[in-house]
């Protein structure tokens, strides 16, 4: 039974809160343990509230609403955590939250009859931009000076010379995918496309070596080294909240990324 009654002045309210909390978090993550929406609800099991298709908006606008109007307290509790990580999330994308949308909050919270202002007021208002981390000089001429494929020289190299070490390792792998997919003409994606594309019994490019006998093994293992690199290094780089890698992991990655792509060459 519902414990409130969602009157027409409530579900503005509720459009409007989703309207201020939407940029707070994703709606979804692969991390199973990273912060997000449907992370928050599922911990509080009503994570059904949220499957429903839909725009990012629209599935929080009627998960809030159920949220709202069939349970007391847990309106509470979800906007306490989205809240925390919310704070920490807006830090990490270098858009900190601001004086006027915690006030915006604040009222709509009000009208919605849910007190949070102890927890409002204890987000820290650092109008400040975390700065970027510049590569160490010496990381950024090693990589210069190393025999990089074209696709690392262009947009990834710059990327990393700029401080944006995930964005600069996944722009490297999509470059890849997509020689594969120019290559093959297969529309495949990700580690489906290159357990395809690099089938040991079929395959559409085949990975040579200087020795015969090895010719097999060899094709094998670039097919898992691709399908991994899909799978750990791209999806994972493809959203934005994933933890910031150092300019040595990023260095590292780059140069993997640089390898698979000479192999192909040979």
Not at 69 to 88: D, F, M, N
Not at 146 to 152: A, C, T, Y
Not at 181 to 186: E, L, V
Request: glycine fraction near 6%; hydrophobic fraction near 35%; aromatic fraction near 8%.
């Amino acid at each position: 039974m519902a414990e409130r009654r969602l009157t027409a002045d409530k579900k503005v309210q509720i459009n409007r809160l989703v309207e201020i909390i939407e940029d707070f978090l994703p709606i979804s993550t692969w991390g199973k343990s990273a912060n997000s929406f449907e992370a928050i609800f599922k911990e509080s099991r009503v994570h059904s509230y949220l499957d429903r298709n839909g725009s990012k908006k629209q599935r929080l606008i009627f998960g809030f609403g159920k949220v709202y109007q069939q349970h007391l307290r847990l309106p509470y509790t979800i906007l306490r955590k989205v809240l925390a990580q919310g704070e920490q999330y807006r830090k990490h994308k270098r858009r900190p939250i601001k004086s006027d949308e915690i006030e915006a909050l604040q009222d709509c919270l009000q009208q919605l009859e849910i007190d949070l202002d102890d927890e409002l007021e204890a987000i820290n208002l650092n109008p400040d931009v975390p700065k970027i981390q510049v590569p160490p000089k010496e990381l950024v001429k090693r990589l210069e000076n190393h025999p990089l494929v074209d696709e690392i020289r262009s947009d990834p190299l710059q990327k990393f010379k700029d401080g944006h070490f995930n964005e600069a390792v996944r722009k490297a792998c999509e470059k890849f995918e997509a020689k594969i997919q120019n290559k093959t003409g297969n529309p495949a994606i990700g580690s489906s496309l290159m357990g395809q594309v690099f089938n040991p019994q079929n395959p559409s490019i085949t990975i040579t070596s200087g020795s015969q006998q090895n010719s097999s093994t060899i094709q094998e293992g670039y097919q898992k080294l691709a399908m991994g690199m899909m799978s750990s290094i791209r999806n994972i780089f493809s959203h934005g909240d994933e933890d910031r890698r150092t300019p040595e992991e990023a260095f590292e990655m780059l140069l993997f990324v640089n390898w698979m792509f000479g192999k192909l060459e040979d």
